[in-house]
């Protein structure tokens, strides 16, 4: 599933090709993707103007200037596309488009169906059941190591399995947790609640680190995300552990090299000797 980085490369290239386009024409190929879309939603969104978007966590807010939000979550394998509007057909994945008045389109992709969009009132964006209870951005300045500290008191899970719980913090995935925590030189399976202090520090400049540069590297292409511009990202080249069972440690001498276990059913990776 898309993650933070990901889903942040995407809105951006959106906001080149629909912020401030006025959508002039709308349309979608099924009823359904994981689950129905909104009634009339194709209609609703033909005619109006995009203002601004954004994202929260791992979904994009798309703010429209009649004061709704089109919401978009990826699921696992979405994809959103730009090119020219054209009379080409629909292919058999694509899902959703839309055409603005510069004349481009974007086609919402998804061949597993995963993904979701719905429209509601920007007024009652807290309260969606999607976002509300969502922790804070860790690229904010509010997402501090104090922050963080307070989030993890009393929770006696892996530290890894927490940081994917995003009520504790918005938009951190499998790939990236593995990544801060070997940053931060923090083991995967230390219980939560004994991150304080300088390690707390350390994770939190770990974790934003780690997404910033993640970002500027288009996300992380290993089977379905792409750019709007059909390009790969390529944060996977810098991978420190995420998928390197086996491999050397960066930076370390430890002879076994990155360790793979499983907590909560996903795979993490990590340096036994460099992380503790």
Same mark, same amino acid.
């Given at each position: 599933?898309?993650?933070?980085?990901?889903?942040?490369?995407?809105?951006?290239?959106?906001?080149?090709?629909?912020?401030?386009?006025?959508?002039?024409?709308?349309?979608?190929?099924?009823?359904?993707?994981?689950?129905?879309?909104?009634?009339?939603?194709?209609?609703?969104?033909?005619?109006?103007?995009?203002?601004?978007? +954004?994202?929260?966590?791992?979904?994009?807010?798309?703010?429209? /200037?009649? %004061?709704?939000?089109?919401?978009?979550?990826?699921?696992? !394998?979405?994809?959103?596309?730009?090119?020219?509007?054209?009379?080409?057909?629909?292919?058999?994945?694509?899902?959703?488009?839309?055409?603005?008045?510069?004349?481009?389109?974007?086609?919402?992709?998804?061949?597993?169906?995963? %993904?979701?969009?719905?429209?509601?009132?920007?007024?009652?964006?807290?309260?969606?059941?999607?976002?509300?209870?969502?922790?804070?951005?860790?690229?904010?300045?509010?997402?501090?190591?104090?922050?963080?500290?307070?989030?993890?008191?009393?929770?006696?899970?892996?530290?890894?399995?927490?940081?994917?719980?995003?009520?504790?913090?918005?938009?951190?995935?499998?790939?990236?947790?593995?990544?801060?925590?070997?940053? +931060?030189?923090?083991?995967? /399976?230390?219980?939560?609640?004994?991150?304080?202090?300088?390690?707390?520090?350390?994770?939190?400049?770990?974790?934003? !680190?780690?997404?910033?540069?993640?970002?500027?590297?288009?996300?992380?292409?290993?089977?379905?995300?792409?750019?709007?511009?059909?390009?790969?990202?390529?944060?996977?080249? +810098?991978?420190?552990?995420?998928?390197?069972?086996?491999?050397?440690?960066?930076?370390?001498?430890?002879?076994?090299?990155?360790?793979?276990?499983?907590?909560?059913?996903?795979?993490?990776?990590?340096?036994?000797?460099?992380?503790?």
């Amino acid at each position: 599933m898309p993650e933070l980085p990901e889903v942040e490369t995407v809105c951006r290239g959106l906001a080149e090709a629909l912020q401030g386009r006025l959508l002039v024409r709308a349309a979608t190929f099924r009823a359904d993707l994981r689950r129905p879309f909104p009634p009339a939603f194709a209609e609703r969104l033909q005619g109006r103007r995009i203002e601004t978007i +954004a994202r929260r966590a791992k979904y994009m807010t798309l703010y429209l /200037d009649d %004061g709704w939000v089109w919401l978009i979550h990826l699921g696992m !394998s979405g994809r959103m596309l730009i090119g020219p509007a054209d009379d080409a057909p629909p292919g058999k994945h694509d899902h959703v488009l839309v055409e603005t008045d510069q004349g481009r389109r974007v086609t919402y992709n998804d061949a597993r169906r995963f %993904g979701l969009m719905d429209l509601f009132p920007a007024a009652d964006m807290s309260n969606h059941p999607l976002l509300k209870g969502l922790g804070p951005e860790p690229l904010d300045d509010a997402f501090t190591p104090a922050v963080l500290s307070r989030a993890l008191v009393g929770k006696s899970g892996p530290i890894k399995t927490v940081l994917l719980d995003q009520t504790v913090v918005a938009g951190i995935g499998n790939i990236y947790a593995s990544e801060s925590l070997f940053r +931060a030189r923090i083991l995967p /399976d230390r219980p939560a609640e004994t991150i304080t202090g300088k390690q707390s520090e350390r994770l939190v400049k770990a974790i934003k !680190s780690v997404l910033t540069e993640a970002i500027a590297a288009g996300g992380s292409s290993l089977r379905d995300h792409r750019r709007p511009n059909g390009e790969l990202g390529y944060f996977q080249h +810098a991978f420190a552990v995420y998928d390197r069972e086996g491999e050397p440690c960066p930076g370390c001498t430890c002879a076994e090299g990155v360790r793979r276990i499983v907590q909560a059913g996903r795979s993490t990776f990590f340096c036994a000797k460099r992380q503790k």
